[in-house]
Nanobody
Framework: QVRLVESGGGLVQAGGSLRLSCAASGSIFSITTMGWYRQAPGKQRDLVATITRGGTTNYADSVKGRFTISRDYAKNTVYLQMNTLKPEDTAVYYC??????????WGQGTQVTVSS
């Protein structure tokens, strides 16, 4: 019902910035919350940030003050602005959409690599 297409991943040096984009299509009006998760080698997939339909945001402690999640309703797109990137931020980043009813949906993932 919902398709998520991600873009914006890449290679950046420590201290640099990237902006990830996730364009949603399908049952857009049923989305209640969108978010970004990441999975580093040897680790589980963890929450990075979420944003509700009402605009409430939530961030992992490790990214507070550096990352900003936002949503453009006109474009049906959620963004993750990542500043002051650290090597520890290296991971595959996944877009997620939760709907009024299950199931939720995941994007394909985009690789973010931060070099020291």
């Amino acid at each position: 019902q919902v398709r998520l297409v991600e873009s914006g991943g890449g290679l950046v040096q420590a201290g640099g910035s990237l902006r990830l984009s996730c364009a949603a299509s399908g049952s857009i009006f049923s989305i209640t919350t969108m978010g970004w998760y990441r999975q580093a080698p040897g680790k589980q997939r963890d929450l990075v940030a979420t944003i509700t339909r009402g605009g409430t945001t939530n961030y992992a402690d490790s990214v507070k003050g550096r990352f900003t999640i936002s949503r453009d309703y006109a474009k049906n797109t959620v963004y993750l602005q990542m500043n002051t990137l650290k090597p520890e931020d290296t991971a595959v980043y996944y877009c997620n959409a939760q709907l009024i009813r299950p199931p939720g949906y995941w994007g394909q993932g985009t690789q973010v690599t931060v070099s020291s």
